[in-house]
């Protein structure tokens, strides 16, 4: 028999941010505990910054009966001398039964003790109290925080529980809560808490103030800025994290158009956007492509005249808005100086931020060279002054800023384009879906970061493990080769650490080499034995590896890669008895069978083409498969003659080493 279940949890305000991290995870941890006690069954989640609901619209009243089976040690152990041992009466105490009553079952492997009982389910109300204690204890946050009186903890105090299974209020407690049929309406409507039963709950919350559910409340938003937008003539920009955050700590929400002082406009776009959005939780207002004085504001009240609270955000907005401005021209006047970072610790082990740009500058020495970039000075300034911003007031407002500013006061002290466009991109690429640097200069600055801080952290023992990687050092392996791949760059991890090694004592380049081709297969989306052949080529550069993923990855993938496959074994058993590293050389006064002069011809064909592409040159060599296939059906490989023989086997050799010039193709399987 089903009934619908009701469940509602009222809280004071939830902390967006946390919440919306633990979001996700909610509907799976109830899904689990239902699970746990056969009871699952489709269930919907909602929820409001003062509640969280759970709603069943058939729910089982009583857990289904079941059959339960439990087998114990084999009978020869269990019996000595046709006496029970201690095995036969523990498990007859775990049955809750006498030894006598316990069965025997054989298994294949001899007769073991066995008892089966039926098991009767228990009613859902007896279950309900414990599952969401449960649950609400599952829920991690973060934080959490003691009230009252009590030692045990949640992100806000709980201030109602209501269970309600059909028509029946289920009995139960949460953090001494206990539970009842009333719920709590939005604030503006009332104080006091109002009665509902599982019946008309939603029409009650709704009579109350309060959208229920998130959609809803999200629609409403978008629907209300879509009117401003029209009767303004002006663009919102739509934040859709901010957006999930108002949605979470609204229950009646409203949109409102603002304004601000346009003296602030003087400011980077970037800051007082930074301002409103991280404070007050505004959206920004564009006009003509250009940010404007106004912001949108999403208000939880519910009255019919706004003209207050407009006001009173307005009224916020300003002095946030000042700081910002006496921030700005505080640091103008300061100008970009790198001397406080040589206070500033960078990680203990590695020194100061002076140090670690010391370190960055020595690598985009390196790779100036390598990429064969001329303005060196000017790369160096910009390395020195990249993190120059972290002593400005503004970035210390703004940690997220940092860059952004470097590149705004490099501008304003009239520095090289190259070095303040490098200043705002040196962080690039921050993020899945993030720009990358927008040239080779750029590049430089934002490899030389990521680089310094993979040597560096490795040389002090800071390796990511498991889920745990505090200082991103999988993002930076990645952004180093989305760099590469973007601008072509020849960077070789192998060569660069060689290079710069003396720089970071106790670096083991093994194992960092291992962590950052371990990082190629997350970050290719190829067969991994592909990507296994092209490191068994033995390329380190990370430019070149992705183009013979390139090249080869299409031709695996291909409908007929699988009629290559077994003329590519028989080329992969033949050299397992030579050595394939050695100069392998061909006596042409030996070839006896038409099909090897066949072969060696067109062989020697192919390799002495030049290529400019890999795509090309593995076509090449895969187009010697007729010659392959017949060379193998016509001709005996181990002849009598032991020089024949050898010479046979170094003319596959030779097929095997073009080809591993690209990929090691042994290692390919599909």
């Known amino acids: ?153 949640f992100i806000r105090p709980i201030r109602s529980l209501a269970i309600l299974l059909g028509e029946e209020q289920v009995e139960a407690e949460l953090f001494g809560v206990k539970s009842s049929n009333l719920s709590f309406a939005h604030r503006m409507v009332s104080y006091e808490p109002f009665a509902f039963d599982s019946t008309n709950y939603f029409d009650k919350i709704k009579e109350n103030g309060v959208i229920l559910f998130p959609d809803e409340r999200r629609e409403l938003i978008l629907n209300q800025m879509k009117e401003i937008e029209s009767s303004n003539g002006v663009k919102i920009e739509l934040d859709q994290e901010l957006l999930d955050e108002v949605v979470a700590i609204t229950e009646y929400p409203t949109a409102l158009i603002g304004k601000f002082d346009e003296e602030f406009l003087e400011l980077p776009e970037e800051v007082i956007v930074t301002s409103m959005k991280e404070h007050q939780r505004y959206f920004a207002v564009y006009k003509n492509g250009e940010l404007t004085n106004n912001f949108i504001v999403v208000s939880n009240s519910k009255t019919e005249d706004f003209t207050q609270i407009i006001a009173g955000n307005e009224k916020v907005l300003r002095p946030r808005l000042a700081d910002g401005m006496f921030f700005w021209k505080n640091d103008i006047k300061n100008g970009l100086s790198n001397e406080g970072l040589k206070k500033l610790t960078f990680v ?184 296994k052949a092209v490191l068994g080529s033995g390329e380190t550069d990370i430019y070149k590896i992705s183009q013979k993923l390139c090249a080869l990855n299409p031709i695996v993938q291909s409908d007929n890669f699988k009629e290559y496959v077994a003329t590519f074994k028989r080329v992969a058993n033949i050299i397992k008895d030579i050595d394939v590293n050695s100069e392998l050389t061909i006596d042409e006064t030996l070839l006896e069978d038409e099909a090897e002069k066949i072969l060696v011809s067109k062989f020697n064909e192919v390799t002495s083409k030049e290529y400019v592409a890999y795509d090309e ?54």
């Not at 689990?32 to 619209?57: A, G, Q, S």
Request: overall charge negative; charged content about 30%; some cysteine.
């Open 1 to 153: 028999m089903n009934k619908p279940l009701l469940i509602e949890i009222g809280v004071e305000e939830l902390p967006a941010i946390p919440f919306l991290k633990e979001l996700s995870n909610i509907e799976k941890k109830w899904a689990d505990i239902l699970e746990n006690n056969r009871l699952l069954c489709d269930f919907e989640f909602y929820y409001t910054p003062r509640r969280l609901v759970l709603w069943h619209k058939q729910f089982q009243v009583k857990q289904e009966d079941s059959v339960q089976e439990m087998f114990g040690a084999p009978v020869k152990i269990a019996f000595k001398d046709g006496e029970p041992t201690g095995a036969a009466l523990g498990f007859a105490k775990k049955c809750g039964v006498s030894v006598d009553e316990l069965d025997r079952v054989d298994q294949g492997r001899g007769e073991v003790l066995y008892f089966k009982k039926e098991v009767i389910g228990t009613a859902s109300k007896e279950l309900l109290n414990d599952m969401v204690n449960e649950f609400i204890n599952s829920l991690n946050f973060g934080k959490s925080m003691r009230w009252a009186s009590r030692t045990d903890s």
């Open 617 to 670: 040159e593995l076509e090449a060599l895969f187009a010697l498969k007729p010659q392959l296939d017949n060379f193998f059906d016509n001709v005996f490989v181990n002849h009598e003659n032991e020089a024949i023989k050898t010479n046979r086997k170094n003319m596959i050799g030779l097929v095997y080493q073009a080809f591993r010039k690209i990929a090691d193709i042994k290692e390919i399987t599909i």
């Open 348 to 531: 203990e082990g590695l020194g100061s931020m002076y140090e670690k740009c010391e370190r960055e500058a020595k690598i985009a020495s390196y790779l100036s060279n390598i990429f064969n970039v001329e303005q060196k000075e000017l790369v160096e300034k910009a390395v020195m002054l990249s993190k120059a911003d972290l002593m400005s007031e503004m970035v210390f407002e703004f940690t997220e800023l940092q860059g952004l500013m470097g590149y705004y006061y490099a501008k304003l002290a009239g520095e090289d384009e190259l070095v303040y466009t490098a200043l705002k991109e040196q962080y690039l690429p921050d993020g899945e879906n993030s720009d990358l640097p927008s040239n080779k200069f750029s590049s430089i600055i934002a490899l030389s970061y990521k680089l310094d801080n993979l040597m560096g952290l490795f040389s002090v023992g800071k390796i990511p493990s498991g889920s745990k990687d505090p200082f991103g050092l999988r993002r930076a392996a990645a952004g180093i080769v989305k760099i590469a791949m973007e601008h072509k760059l020849p960077v070789d991890l192998e060569q660069i650490i060689d290079a710069l090694a003396d720089n970071y004592k106790g670096l083991d380049k093994t194992q960092l080499v291992e962590f950052f081709n371990e990082r190629l297969f997350k970050i290719f989306e190829v067969n991994p034995s592909v990507l």
